[in-house]
Structures are given as C-alpha cells and as structure tokens.
C-alpha cells in the first residue's frame, strides 16, 4: 500500500525566492492557541531560517480574542452600531472597527467562493439605494443585484454621487462640485452579475433611465424589464411599495433589509456612515449574514458563519 507524504506548505517569508519554487520546510512543533488549546503546528523554513504556522495563512493570523468575533458580527448585523457593539461585548471600539475590516475579508472570500458555486441564473433585479457620507449634501448610491425570487445579492458596490434638488446649490457651495461615480459603480456589479446568469436572463429594475444602456453594455442578451415607481410606504423604511403587486419586490425587500439591519442605513438616525470604505465593509458584512441566512433555508441546515 502506497502512502503519500502530506505536502507541506510553502514559506510566506522567502520573498527573494520565486513563488514557483518549492521552499525546504520540516515541522517544528505547535503551540496551542491561550483561548482553545487547539494544536497549531509549526514550520522552520531552511532557505530564510524563519519560521511560520497553519495560523499564518488565515485571516484570523495575529487575532488575540477570536471569541469576540461572532457576537460582534451579530451585533453589527443586526442594527447596531459599532460604538454599541464595543459596548456590548465589553472591548474597545478601535477592536470593533478592525474585525469591521476583518469581516470584510473574509465576506468577500465567502462571496467569491458562493460565486463559483451557484447554478447560472434566469432572473435578477437592479436597482440603486442611496444613503449619505456624513451629511446629506455628500449621498451615495449603493447599487445591488439580487436573484428572484431567491433575494440571494449577487454583486453590490458604493459610489458617490452629487446631491440633488434643493440640496444641490448648498452641497456645491459648501463641499464643492461632487463627482458622479455611479456610471462605474453600475458597470462594476452588473458585469459580475454576468458571471453568474445566462446570457438570456431577465432583469428587472425601475424606470431610472440610464438603467437600459448600462444594461446593453453589459449584459446584451439580457431581456430588460423596467417599471414604473410606485409610492413608498412608510414600512420599510420607504424601500417597499404601497398596495399591490410590487413586480420588483426581491430587490426592494432586500434593500428595505439592508436599513433594517444596518445602522447607519436607517433613514432617521443618528449613526452616520464616516467613510464610505467603511460603508462597504459593513455592506459586506451583512450580505454574508443574508446570503448564508437564505440558503441555510433553502438547504434545510443550520447557518454556519466562516469564522471561528
């Protein structure tokens, strides 16, 4: 019987070595992690003399207290602020905003992967929220892309975007000519939306009317349906529809989610996004909540987070 020698992993530290070539590693021991005595072995690396472990190759590397990372996602998931959370897990808010930057890390990692894995897609609906940096004369717009009737978000990203109506003349006085970024904002989650459809996919979204040529550039098979807005009620934070069938009801509920269950998207509150970068982290954060949420229902299973 022929038993193969497990591989060991390469050096992360011989840089001058290319990554093609294979380094002359042993183990080197482990060491057992303060807060779950869990084994992590160890490599000593001949090439560089340095050494590393499996703990160097995940996101979590150099994370002290990894047993604050689930009840802080949860709290930021579900419409607390970061300032809150600190105070709820009983940590300092600077830890809160780094696992904010961890979060997304690995939500993104878990997207790609979620990606690669989903059956191509008949049917999708796009649309924009908007939201403000700071104050409401800098808004941005966050452009989603979710499956029907699934409500799975597929492709989401953050652009900033000029006021407008009588908050443009003092926006512009006061902060000067903003840049409308949505155009490449647009373009960036509908090409990956591309990814994961058919090329004869339906998509719907409202009668914004840049919306149709975005689309023919992007998706040029797509059959693209759009419908009139509709009055919002006053459930949903606006994003749902009064009365009757709603055609874009998967994408409306899913942004109605998103303020729901995101702080500083609420539309009256005190907690305002900062940094639009943050913004995106806690976007992705959520998304992980929502999409493993969803297909832990339709796969009849627990929610499993990719955490420890």
């Known amino acids: 019987m022929n038993c193969k020698t497990p591989r060991l992993p390469a050096c992360p530290n011989c840089c001058t070595y290319p990554r093609n070539r294979p380094t002359r590693v042993r183990r080197s021991g482990f060491f057992r992690r303060a807060a779950s005595q869990k084994p992590i072995q160890r490599f000593f690396c001949f090439d560089c003399g340095r050494g590393f472990s499996d703990a160097t190759f995940t996101f979590e590397y150099r994370q002290r207290r990894r047993e604050l990372n689930k009840p802080i996602f949860m709290a930021l998931a579900s419409n607390v602020s970061m300032r809150r959370a600190a105070t709820i897990v009983v940590t300092n808010r600077k830890t809160v905003d780094r696992r904010l ?105 409202d009668s914004h009317k840049r919306y149709p040529e975005m689309i023919r550039k992007h998706l040029p098979d ?63 954060l959520y998304v992980l909540w929502h999409n493993e949420t969803i297909l832990a229902k339709l796969e009849n299973r627990k929610r499993a987070f990719p955490f420890p």
């Open 101 to 205: 930057i961890y979060f997304d890390r690995v939500a993104r990692d878990y997207h790609d992967k979620l990606l690669a894995g989903l059956e191509p897609q008949k049917n999708i609906q796009f649309d924009d929220m908007e939201t403000s940096e700071h104050t409401k004369l800098k808004p941005l717009a966050i452009p989603l892309v979710v499956t029907h009737p699934n409500r799975i978000i597929i492709s989401y990203d953050v652009a900033e975007m000029p006021a407008k109506g009588h908050l443009a003349a003092l926006s512009v006085k006061k902060y000067g000519r903003r840049q409308d970024l949505r155009a490449a904002a647009w373009a960036n989650v509908l090409s990956r939306a591309a990814t994961v459809t058919t090329p004869t996919v339906i998509i719907s979204s």
């Open 222 to 284: 797509a059959e693209h349906v759009q419908v009139n807005s509709r009055r919002a009620c006053v459930a949903g934070q606006g994003e749902l529809k009064k009365g009757g069938f709603d055609p874009i009801f998967s994408i409306n509920h899913t942004a109605a989610m998103l303020r729901a269950n995101i702080n500083r998207l609420i539309r009256k509150t005190w907690c305002t996004t900062k940094r639009k970068d943050r913004l995106l982290c806690h976007i992705s």
